[in-house]
């Protein structure tokens, strides 16, 4: 099914429901909810998603796991997704926050293969056996660590907040700690607790996400590494690779293929 509205499908007596959409450039799925739980897979462009738990940026080739019932914001980018609504008692991950999920070869001709499935599939037949095989790849998918919590103290999450949208690996934790009345070994300990990262790790991962839309959308490596900060670009694509496993110019190409 291609360009369907859920609602309009919701109630059909089937586990999974399978819908392929075709967004333009920038729109924005303001907060909502699914009765269903999620896995929205972007063929090409990136997506940028947010939750109360934080913020995700999900490149091609990657998937959001989202669970039911939970609110959730998508900005697209370029993206043309497949669409997988599971109802909650069959969802193959048990995590309450959203993931980053690899999407492999096998998974991906199948995530291709599922926009073609009617509502009412053959659960006993080929569709039927097709979405299985994609709850079972989906089960063992590994994650990737696109994601930047944000904490519940309310004076940490706007310094956090407010980093996420200018972000730089320069920012010290020093600063923070003083701007919280905090020691540094005070602040060290208490950031852990409120996002589960070191303040170092956590300043990486919002660098990154705030990366990946800026070079998906042609802007230089040497723009992007200098705009956040980095003394080099290849002190970024150092950081680039061993975060993602691909360098920044690999990934660029491989975020415009159609």
């Not at 930047?148 to 600063?175: G, V």
């Not at 956590?202 to 042609?218: D, E, M």
Request: positive net charge.
């Amino acid at each position: 099914m291609r360009n369907v509205a859920l609602s309009s499908l919701d109630a059909t007596p089937r586990e999974v429901l399978a819908i392929g959409t075709d967004y333009p450039h920038g729109t924005l799925l303001e907060t909502h909810s699914h009765r269903r739980a999620q896995f929205l897979y972007g063929m090409t462009g990136l997506m940028e998603v947010s939750t109360d738990d934080g913020a995700w940026v999900v490149p091609p080739y990657s998937g959001v796991w989202i669970p039911a019932e939970k609110p959730h914001r998508v900005r697209m980018l370029g993206v043309s997704t497949r669409s997988l609504y599971i109802e909650p008692q069959a969802a193959p991950r048990l995590v309450q926050h959203c993931e980053v999920l690899v999407v492999g070869p096998l998974l991906h001709q199948l995530l291709l293969a599922s926009a073609e499935v009617p509502a009412s599939y053959d659960e006993t037949g080929r569709d039927g056996a097709l979405l299985q095989l994609i709850l079972h790849e989906l089960r063992c998918a590994a994650t990737l660590p696109l994601f930047a919590p944000l904490p519940r103290d309310p004076r940490l999450a706007r310094l956090c907040a407010a980093f996420l949208h200018q972000p730089s690996i320069q920012t010290l934790p020093s600063d923070w700690a003083q701007r919280l009345n905090k020691s540094p070994r005070t602040f060290a300990r208490f950031f852990r607790q409120q996002t589960g990262l070191s303040f170092g790790a956590w300043r990486q991962q919002a660098c990154l996400l705030a990366a990946l839309p800026r070079l998906n959308a042609g802007v230089s490596i040497t723009a992007v590494a200098l705009e956040l900060g980095y003394e080099s670009p290849s002190a970024f694509s150092t950081m680039f690779r061993k975060a993602l496993g691909v360098t920044p110019s690999t990934f660029v190409a491989s975020s415009r293929v159609p």
